[in-house]
């Protein structure tokens, strides 16, 4: 099964901050690669797809890049409401697998 | 638009059998694959399976040898049938809609919390 592996687990910012979470796939995914937004008790949210294409409704201060085993999602402009967790997830294969998250915390 | 719902029973003993359904409204197309992902407390999201509404079905070796999903397009739902039930498997249940491209799930159940104890 291919890994994912996110850094950091966590990070703490503030209102206004240009935020980094990296996800780093075991093997080779091509642009494979999708990005959920999870706040406490809540489903996860799809936020972007096939490594950088804006989900419906989502905001244009999340931007996704990347391909092949490194990806990136940026928040440009930290926003009260997106104090939340974030996970990638890879769909290269049949069998999906996750990054573990990254809590992003108010500074 | 689609809608999700999950239902199943919130607690279950050790070593019995897990059963969940998935209701869903709105679209229930060929094209889509529908999901399993559960969560435990505090913890990451771990897929289970998939099944197609024509019932294809992919599923995580980690489950292989103790889930069973199942479709029923009459009634529009799916279900997921987990057995051997230990403390381990304690988490919130996430039924999803699995798109086709890069197996992203677009939409999801609000999810089901189930507890695994005696």
């Known amino acids: 099964d291919i890994q994912m592996t996110q850094s950091p687990s966590s990070l703490s910012a503030s209102v206004g901050d240009r935020v980094t979470i990296s996800c780093r796939a075991s093997?080779?995914?091509?642009?494979?690669l999708n990005w959920y937004q999870q706040k406490p008790g809540k489903a996860p949210k799809l936020l972007i797809y096939?490594?950088?294409t804006l989900s419906s409704g989502v905001p244009s201060r999340f931007s996704g890049s990347g391909s092949g085993t490194d990806f990136t999602l940026t928040i440009s402009g930290l926003q009260p409401e997106d104090f939340a967790s974030y996970y990638c997830?890879?769909?290269?294969?049949?069998?999906?697998?996750f990054g573990g998250g990254t809590k992003v915390e108010i500074k | 638009q689609v809608h999700l719902q999950e239902s199943g029973p919130k607690l279950v003993k050790p070593s019995e059998t897990l059963s969940l359904t998935c209701s869903v409204s709105?679209?229930?197309?060929?094209?889509?694959?529908w999901a399993w992902i559960r969560q435990p407390p505090g913890k990451g999201l771990e897929w289970i399976g998939a099944?197609?509404?024509?019932?294809?079905?992919n599923y995580n070796p980690a489950f292989k040898s103790r889930v069973t999903l199942s479709v029923d397009t009459s009634r529009t739902q799916f279900s997921l049938t987990l057995t051997s039930l230990t403390a381990a498997d304690t988490a919130m249940y996430y039924c999803?809609?699995?798109?086709?491209?890069?197996?992203?799930?677009?939409?999801w159940g609000q999810g089901t919390l189930v507890t695994v104890s005696s």
């Open positions: 999803a809609r699995q798109r086709d491209y890069s197996s992203q799930f677009d939409s």
């Open positions: 709105g679209s229930f197309m060929s094209t889509y694959y």
């Open positions: 099944i197609s509404s024509s019932g294809s079905t």
């Open positions: 093997q080779n995914i091509n642009y494979y």
């Open positions: 096939v490594a950088s």
């Open positions: 997830q890879q769909g290269s294969t049949t069998e999906v697998t």
